[in-house]
């Protein structure tokens, strides 16, 4: 079985400030580790339930998170920035199993997180379809178009809950749940055996049942939180502008999304 792992860092157990997720700040080194831990418990999980490969993309900030010197033998870390639309999964094709996706957060707009946001601190919200766009979701949609099914997150709470309507196939562990600039954190020790065991029983089930089948069109309206900006990315091709702060671009292309927004935000 070839598993896809894509991760990230704010939605680990423990962070609640940007300071703990940035490289050069005092306390990032503790936070890294435990991103690495909670990668580490995905991966067991998914050689228990009979992976003999794993894909991983660091996909926070620097994506040079991981210590890869704890990873299993069967594991390949992609490091670094491809530049390629496919971002925060960069790597998955379609000889992929499925792909799960730990330490995510809620998106821009929602406030289950401290740290909530969608790619940068640009955007107020996203939506997609109507519905706030959160980075799962965007690359949650990604593995999709390569045929790969969604099985596995960890995250906050509400971005948990968000991610089930997407998927019908997705297990779930909540090691947070935010309260304005607070959270209420599972203890590491409880929070690594539920993705460690979630993990392997999202990998158990009918993989086939678990894929999703992509809207017909696409309709992205982005709110950024200075009008200037705005204004600069409504030359983007396609993209029309709403007023001052809100910019919409639409295809039936789920690609173009991924393109568009690797150049807007």
Wanted: hydrophobic letters at 40%; proline letters at 3%; glycine letters at 8%.
């Amino acid at each position: 079985m070839k598993i896809f792992i894509s991760a990230d860092m704010e939605g680990t157990t423990p962070t609640i400030k940007w300071d703990e997720c940035e490289v050069d700040k005092k306390f990032y080194n503790f936070y890294a580790e435990q991103m690495t831990r909670e990668v580490v418990a995905a991966c067991e999980g998914a050689i228990n339930a009979g992976a003999d490969e794993i894909v991983i993309k660091d996909a926070h900030d620097t994506a040079a998170n991981i210590d890869i010197t704890k990873l299993p033998e069967c594991a390949t870390l992609i490091r670094g920035w491809s530049g390629h639309p496919y971002s925060m999964v960069y790597g998955i094709d379609g000889s992929f199993d499925a792909v799960m996706f730990v330490g995510y957060h809620s998106a821009a707009g929602r406030e289950g997180n401290p740290l909530s946001h969608t790619m940068t601190g640009r955007p107020l919200f996203i939506k997609l379809n109507g519905e706030y766009c959160s980075e799962f979701m965007l690359y949650s949609y990604a593995a999709a178009l390569e045929g790969v099914p969604t099985v596995f997150l960890s995250g906050d709470k509400m971005l948990c809950e968000d991610g089930k309507k997407l998927h019908p196939g997705l297990h779930t562990v909540a090691v947070k749940d935010g309260v304005g600039s607070s959270a209420a954190c599972l203890s590491t020790a409880k929070s690594l055996k539920f993705i460690k065991d979630t993990a392997e029983k999202s990998l158990k089930q009918d993989l086939k049942k678990a894929k999703i089948t992509l809207p017909e069109h696409f309709s992205v309206e982005i709110c950024f939180k200075e009008h200037t900006y705005a204004n600069k990315v409504s030359y983007y091709p396609g993209m029309k502008k709403l007023n001052s702060n809100t910019v919409l671009f639409e295809t039936n292309d789920y690609f173009e999304v991924l393109r568009m927004v690797s150049f807007v935000l």
